[in-house]
């Protein structure tokens, strides 16, 4: 018998840096409850491994390769995994496990689409003014 709930691979992007007042020792419980917490997710199959993201960048457009950073601090992207979810709201919960956002840091949940693009669907790359 098939089972009746369907799972979905969502991304979680981590952003932001660590609150200015956090000791490093602080910051290290943060981390290490950080990793114990992934590994249960994982070993609970709610979770998939992902990595830290190095400093060094490069933007690729048509006009040049350029190197980075680009964002602004609050928006650094430090990180990144995957959760395995029924529903954005429930990978979403099981990111509001994550004992780093105690610390400042925070994640943001996308879906991962099981699509190919086309250019006649509306997706995240469409500009805005085409979208309805």
Not at 2 to 28: F, K, M, N
Not at 56 to 75: H, I, N, Y
Request: proline share 6%.
């Amino acid at each position: 018998m098939a089972d009746s709930t369907s799972s979905s691979e969502y991304l979680v992007i981590s952003r932001g840096q660590w609150d200015r007042d956090a000791t490093p020792d602080q910051i290290q419980t943060a981390i290490d409850e950080f990793y114990v917490w992934h590994a249960r997710m994982v070993a609970e199959g709610k979770m998939k491994p992902g990595k830290r993201l190095a400093p060094e960048t490069r933007l690729v457009s048509r006009q040049a390769v350029t190197d980075g950073p680009f964002a602004e601090a609050k928006e650094v992207v430090g990180g990144f995994w995957f959760i395995t979810a029924s529903s954005l709201d429930e990978a979403a919960q099981i990111a509001a496990g994550n004992p780093c956002l105690a610390r400042g840091l925070q994640y943001e949940i996308r879906p991962i689409d099981p699509e190919r693009a086309s250019a006649f669907a509306q997706t995240t790359e469409t500009p805005k003014r085409d979208r309805g």
